[in-house]
């Protein structure tokens, strides 16, 4: 079995938002979790991003959010999404302009 660092829908392209993006391979359904992006180290309370969490752009019209479940960050669609259309969220962690 060979690693893959991202689910085999998505998948890393050029943006028009900033630099690179993750963008979907395939139509995503409304509320689906696309994986972890983040997990907070139990010992240090540091958050670590997965490479997953490492592509996704700014938008204050997202299409993802990401969801908390004890210490890992889920990404989750919030509507049915298009095969080919960059997958954002909206930044809460810091200000990004």
């Known amino acids: 079995m060979s690693y893959r660092p ?6 890393i392209q050029p943006s028009k938002i ?8 395939d139509d995503l359904a ?3 979790t696309l994986g972890v992006t983040h997990v907070t180290d ?3 309370k540091q958050l670590f ?3 997953l969490g490492g592509f996704i752009n700014h938008s204050e019209k997202p299409n993802c959010e990401l969801v908390t479940i ?6 989750k669609t919030l509507y049915e999404i298009p095969m080919g259309t960059e997958l954002t969220l909206k930044y809460t962690m810091y200000n990004p302009t």
């Open 6 to 11: 991202l689910p085999s829908y998505l998948t």
């Open 18 to 25: 900033d630099g690179l993006g993750l963008f979907c391979l």
């Open 30 to 32: 409304k509320n689906e």
């Open 42 to 44: 139990a010992e240090s």
């Open 49 to 51: 991003r997965t490479p």
């Open 70 to 75: 004890g210490r890992f960050k889920y990404l």
